[in-house]
């Protein structure tokens, strides 16, 4: 199917796939993180929002425990499940999602009965825009409206993470989802990592003259593994050396004393984490204060922080970083987690085609796969269509 199927078009094809009328249908969107990487199981701060791009689920019960998904992308087939003895781990590809947020909310007492979902989305996979959760979201939101569970956000969140954690073995804290639940139109979602806290920030970029480009770099981010684990240890041994929780209780004021008491590459580390924290602070402030076009330096020292100190990025996503400052761009930073996935590049209206066309020609000669570009705005979180 195309980009952004009506309802209409998924209700018929659901029809068609299940020989039923679906009971409704629900959508959530993928995100993009404007700052805050790597802050959020340090009990931090992230500011992400809610994209433009959405998984779309057409969701009927059945009076048994039998699963039956099917996805327009791709050539999956249908895939049946049973909800009876269900454990984390089992399912296979993209079954496991629906299946996990099942699981998680059994697992919180909600009795969930069995299904049929047609799901249709157009947040693109595995480029650090959060398909995955896109996915999980809009089947928590139309499970917990058809169960009548009627959970409220926060549960929501907490019964994602343990859908991606537990069942699929996905390592991943509570951005994605918050964003894609909690998201609002023309806002960012200040989120505080440690108590779920959240604040809507207004960020139109259009009404200031600007585009936030994302950047599809095309360098999968899933060999990542070792990266992102490595780099939690490094944050989980800063903050045991320097005695706190969590490296959300360090400030900026206390680095200099900390790097008599880490190694030179915990102290790069965690120098990251709390300089991006406070950048994540001083954004919001930015915000309210001046608007978007303020912020272009936080999003670069975002990116050198990155790049240096927490060694995340890759050279595709420098050369989209570099080239598209070079032309343009007031910001640019990788978002998402990183070693691959997508640069975010905030430029006004009238150079947008130059740091296209930049970008594209920058790859071209250092012999990478053609890069995606795109523009996002701040959509609505997840809700319910029809
Ligand atoms: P990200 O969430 O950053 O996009 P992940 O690796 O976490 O990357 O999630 C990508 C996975 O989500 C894919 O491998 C696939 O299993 C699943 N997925 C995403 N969108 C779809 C879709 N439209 N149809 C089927 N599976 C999908
Ligand atoms: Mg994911």
């Known amino acids: 199917m195309t980009t952004s199927t009506d309802v209409f078009t998924l209700t018929a094809a659901f029809h068609e796939a299940f020989g039923t009328v679906p009971d409704g249908v629900w959508q959530a969107p993928g995100r993009v993180n404007l700052i805050g990487e790597h802050t959020d199981y340090n009990e931090g701060f992230v500011l992400p929002f809610a994209i433009?791009?959405?998984a779309k689920v057409a969701v009927r019960v059945r009076d048994d425990s039998t699963v039956r998904l099917l996805s327009t992308f791709g050539g999956h087939g249908l895939v049946e499940a049973s909800l009876d003895g269900l454990e984390p781990g089992s399912g296979e590809g993209w079954s496991r999602y629906p299946l996990g947020v099942a699981w998680a909310l059994k697992e919180r007492g909600v009795s969930v009965p069995g299904f049929e979902l047609l799901l249709d989305s157009d947040v693109p996979l595995g480029a650090g825009l959060s398909s995955s959760h896109a996915i999980e979201c809009a089947v928590i939101t139309a499970l917990n409206e058809l169960t009548g569970a009627n959970l409220p956000a926060e549960e929501l969140v907490l019964a994602t993470q343990r859908a991606?954690?537990?069942?699929v073995g996905a390592p991943t804290g509570i951005m994605d989802q918050s964003a894609s639940l909690r998201g609002a139109k023309g806002q960012a979602v200040f989120l505080d990592c440690r108590d779920q806290h959240v604040e809507l920030v207004p960020f139109d970029?259009?009404?200031?003259?600007?585009v936030l480009l994302v950047i599809d770099t095309k360098v999968s981010h899933s060999h990542a593994d070792g990266g992102y684990a490595s780099r939690r240890a490094s944050c989980e041994l800063g903050a045991q050396v320097l005695g706190v929780t969590a490296l959300r209780d360090v400030g900026v004021e206390d680095l200099e004393a900390a790097s008599g008491l880490l190694d030179e590459v915990t102290m790069r580390?965690?120098?990251?984490?709390v300089t991006e924290n406070d950048r994540v602070l001083q954004t919001v402030e930015l915000l309210g204060a001046q608007g978007p076009a303020s912020i272009g330096p936080l999003l670069d020292a975002s990116h050198a922080s990155m790049r240096d100190d927490f060694e995340i990025s890759c050279p595709e996503l420098d050369l989209a970083v570099?080239?598209?400052r070079a032309n343009g761009a007031i910001g640019a930073r990788m978002t998402g987690g990183g070693f691959g996935g997508s640069a975010i590049a905030l430029t006004p209206v009238g150079e947008e085609h130059k740091v296209r066309d930049a970008v594209v020609r920058s790859f071209a000669e250092a012999g990478y796969t053609a890069p995606d570009i795109f523009t996002v705005t701040p959509a609505e979180g997840a809700f319910r269509l029809a």
């Open 322 to 324: 570099d080239t598209a």
């Open 52 to 54: 433009d791009k959405t």
């Open 205 to 210: 970029a259009e009404a200031s003259g600007l």
């Open 269 to 273: 580390r965690v120098r990251h984490v």
């Open 164 to 167: 991606e954690n537990i069942f």
